[in-house]
C-alpha cells in the first residue's frame, strides 16, 4: 500500500455477526468470527483512513487507530451505521441475521410441558441495501456475499438488486467448520460492474490489503 492513500478519507466497515435475542440466555445467529472485517479495518486504517467499525460480537482486539462500535442485534447495527454516516466508503463485511425472534421473552423460556416452543420470525432491515437507497450514500460502497453455490453468478444478481458498487463473493461451501468461517484464509471473487477478478486463496489480512489498494486506486481515479 502506498504511503497513506486514504487520508483525509472516512471508511466505514460491518464485521461479525448479529445476535437475535430469543430471551435472556439464548439467540439466534450467523457463523462469523469477523476475522475478515477487523483485517479489512486495520487494512484500512493503516492506509491512512479514519475507520468506524461497528461490530457485533466477536472475540478479537480492536485494529489500531480504529474508532469500534460494539452493537448486537441487526437493529442495533443499523441504527449503529446511521449514526456513523456519512462515509467516503463502506464495506459492509458483517454477516447480519436475516431474521430475528418475533417477540423477546423478558424472562428465560421453560423446558416445561413435552412440546418444544415454536419460533416464529420476522425479518431484520437490509442494512447494506438500505445504506444504498439513501442520501448519503457513500461514493463507494462494497458488500460481500457469503455463497455455496453459484458463486460469481448470486453475486452478479446481488451487486445489481442491493444497488452498491463492488461485491466480494466468497465460497462457503463445505462443511460448517471448514476453513473460511473462524478461519485465517480466503478465496474470493471481486465482482464490479463488467468486471470480475478471481483472486488466489490468501489470507484474510491480504485479501483485506488488496481490496484497500483498489480502494484507493479506485477513489483515485475519480478523484
Ligand atoms: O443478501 P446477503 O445477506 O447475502 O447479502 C450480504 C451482504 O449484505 C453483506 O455485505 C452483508 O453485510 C449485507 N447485509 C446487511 N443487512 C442484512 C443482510 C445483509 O447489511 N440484513
Same mark, same amino acid.
Given at each position: 500500500?502506498? +504511503?497513506?492513500?486514504?487520508?483525509?478519507?472516512?471508511?466505514? %466497515?460491518?464485521? *461479525?455477526?448479529?445476535? =437475535?435475542?430469543? /430471551?435472556? @440466555? $439464548?439467540?439466534?445467529?450467523?457463523?462469523?468470527?469477523?476475522?475478515?472485517?477487523?483485517?479489512?479495518?486495520?487494512?484500512?486504517?493503516?492506509?491512512?483512513?479514519?475507520?468506524?467499525?461497528?461490530?457485533?460480537?466477536? +472475540?478479537?482486539?480492536?485494529?489500531?487507530?480504529?474508532?469500534? %462500535?460494539?452493537? *448486537?442485534?441487526?437493529? =442495533?447495527?443499523? /441504527?449503529? @451505521? $446511521?449514526?456513523?454516516?456519512?462515509?467516503?466508503?463502506?464495506?459492509?463485511?458483517?454477516?447480519?441475521?436475516?431474521?430475528?425472534?418475533?417477540?423477546?421473552?423478558?424472562?428465560?423460556?421453560?423446558?416445561?410441558?413435552?412440546?418444544?416452543?415454536?419460533?416464529?420470525?420476522?425479518?431484520?432491515?437490509?442494512?447494506?441495501?438500505?445504506?444504498?437507497?439513501?442520501?448519503?450514500?457513500?461514493?463507494?460502497?462494497?458488500?460481500?456475499?457469503?455463497?455455496?453455490?453459484?458463486?460469481?453468478?448470486?453475486?452478479?444478481?446481488?451487486?445489481?438488486?442491493?444497488?452498491?458498487?463492488?461485491?466480494?463473493?466468497?465460497?462457503?461451501?463445505?462443511?460448517?467448520?471448514?476453513?473460511?468461517?473462524?478461519?485465517?484464509?480466503?478465496?474470493?471473487?471481486?465482482?464490479?460492474?463488467?468486471?470480475?477478478?478471481?483472486?488466489?486463496?490468501?489470507?484474510?489480512?491480504?485479501?483485506?490489503?488488496?481490496?484497500?489498494?483498489?480502494?484507493?486506486?479506485?477513489?483515485?481515479?475519480?478523484?
Amino acid at each position: 500500500i502506498e +504511503h497513506r492513500p486514504l487520508y483525509g478519507k472516512h471508511v466505514l %466497515v460491518t464485521a *461479525g455477526p448479529t445476535h =437475535e435475542p430469543i /430471551d435472556p @440466555v $439464548r439467540y439466534l445467529a450467523n457463523r462469523s468470527s469477523g476475522k475478515q472485517g477487523y483485517a479489512i479495518a486495520a487494512a484500512a486504517a493503516a492506509a491512512g483512513a479514519q475507520v468506524t467499525l461497528v461490530s457485533g460480537p466477536v +472475540h478479537l482486539a480492536t485494529p489500531l487507530g480504529v474508532d469500534r %462500535v460494539d452493537v *448486537g442485534s441487526a437493529q =442495533e447495527m443499523s /441504527d449503529a @451505521v $446511521r449514526a456513523a454516516m456519512p462515509a467516503d466508503v463502506a464495506i459492509m463485511v458483517a454477516a447480519v441475521a436475516d431474521w430475528r425472534p418475533r417477540d423477546f421473552k423478558g424472562e428465560k423460556m421453560k423446558k416445561r410441558g413435552s412440546a418444544p416452543p415454536a419460533l416464529i420470525l420476522s425479518e431484520n432491515p437490509d442494512i447494506l441495501a438500505s445504506v444504498a437507497a439513501s442520501a448519503d450514500r457513500p461514493d463507494l460502497l462494497i458488500g460481500f456475499a457469503a455463497e455455496t453455490n453459484d458463486v460469481v453468478e448470486n453475486a452478479r444478481k446481488k451487486r445489481k438488486s442491493k444497488g452498491v458498487d463492488w461485491i466480494v463473493a466468497n465460497d462457503v461451501s463445505g462443511p460448517p467448520d471448514d476453513s473460511v468461517m473462524g478461519g485465517d484464509d480466503n478465496k474470493v471473487h471481486l465482482v464490479r460492474e463488467g468486471k470480475v477478478e478471481h483472486w488466489d486463496a490468501m489470507t484474510k489480512q491480504d485479501v483485506a490489503m488488496k481490496l484497500v489498494t483498489q480502494i484507493a486506486e479506485r477513489l483515485t481515479e475519480d478523484a
